[in-house]
Antibody
Framework: QVQLVQSGAEVKKPGAAVRVSCKAS????????MHWVRQAPGQGLEWMGR????????KYSQKFQGRVKLTRDTSIDTAYLEFTRLRLDDTAVYFC?????????????WGQGTLVTVSS | QSALTQPASVSGSPGQSITISCSGI?????????VSWYQQHPGKAPKFTIY???KRPLGVSNRFSGSTSGNTASLTISGLQAEDEAVYYC?????????FGGGTKVTVL
C-alpha cells in the first residue's frame, strides 16, 4: 500500500533553514506529483508547492516563493522540502502528500507530518 | 491568490444530514472538476474524502457526497455519526496552484 514516511521533528532558531524528507513506497514515485502542505498550531491547511518527481519541475505558492525549495532523489524515492530564513510564525506541522493521478491532481496520500518549531 | 470561504462550524444530531459549503472555487471550464474535500481528526493527517467534485476514494463511506453550483462546492454528510466529528477542508486549483478553504468544524450533538 502507499506509504509516505517523513523525517522527525526539528527545532530551529529564527533565520535558520530546515530540510524535511518524505520517503515514498508502495507506488511508482516518479509518476505522481508530490505536494507539501503546512498547518500552524490550531490553524488550517496551507499549500506550499509541489514537485514533479519525474523531471524535478516545481510550482510554488507565491507566499513561499524564494524561501522554499522542493527537490527529490529518485534513486531512493524520497522528496525533500528545504525552507530557509525561518521565522517564528513558520512553526507548524509540515506534510508531504502524493497526488492520486498524473499531472495536476490534488494531494491524496499523506505522510504523518513533521513538526518544525522555530524558537529563539 | 484566490481564497475559498467555508463556514467555521456546522453541527447536527446523529442520523441527520449536514452540508458544508465552499465558495470561490475555480469554475472555469477544465478546472471545474478539481474540487476535493478532506477530513481531519485532531492530531492526524488529513484524509482524502472526495475528489473531482463527487468521487469517493476506496474505503470512504457513501454517506459522503459532493456537488457544485456556480462557484460554490458542497460536501454533504448523510446519516451523521459520532466518528464524523472532525474538521473538513475543501480545495480548488488556480493557475497551477492549489488553495485550501479555511476549514469547517463539524460537531455531532
Amino acid at each position: 500500500q502507499v506509504q509516505l514516511v517523513q523525517s522527525g521533528a526539528e527545532v530551529k532558531k529564527p533565520g535558520a533553514a530546515v530540510r524535511v524528507s518524505c520517503k515514498a513506497s508502495g507506488y511508482t514515485f516518479a509518476s505522481y506529483y508530490m505536494h507539501w502542505v503546512r498547518q500552524a498550531p490550531g490553524q488550517g491547511l496551507e499549500w506550499m508547492g509541489r514537485i514533479n518527481p519525474d523531471n524535478g519541475g516545481t510550482k510554488y505558492s507565491q507566499k513561499f516563493q524564494g524561501r522554499v525549495k522542493l527537490t527529490r532523489d529518485t534513486s531512493i524515492d524520497t522528496a525533500y522540502l528545504e525552507f530557509t530564513r525561518l521565522r517564528l510564525d513558520d512553526t507548524a506541522v509540515y506534510f508531504c502528500a502524493a497526488a492520486y493521478c498524473g499531472g495536476d491532481c490534488p494531494p491524496s496520500f499523506w505522510g504523518q507530518g513533521t513538526l518544525v518549531t522555530v524558537s529563539s | 491568490q484566490s481564497a475559498l470561504t467555508q463556514p467555521a462550524s456546522v453541527s447536527g444530531s446523529p442520523g441527520q444530514s449536514i452540508t458544508i459549503s465552499c465558495s470561490g472555487i475555480n469554475s472555469d471550464v477544465g478546472y471545474y472538476k478539481y474540487v476535493s474535500w478532506y477530513q481531519q481528526h485532531p492530531g492526524k493527517a488529513p484524509k482524502f474524502t472526495i475528489y473531482e467534485v463527487n468521487k469517493r476514494p476506496l474505503g470512504v463511506s457513501n454517506r459522503f457526497s459532493g456537488s457544485t453550483s456556480g462557484n460554490t462546492a458542497s460536501l454533504t454528510i448523510s446519516g451523521l455519526q459520532a466518528e464524523d466529528e472532525a474538521v473538513y477542508y475543501c480545495t480548488s486549483f488556480f493557475s497551477g496552484t492549489w488553495v485550501f478553504g479555511g476549514g469547517t468544524k463539524v460537531t455531532v450533538l
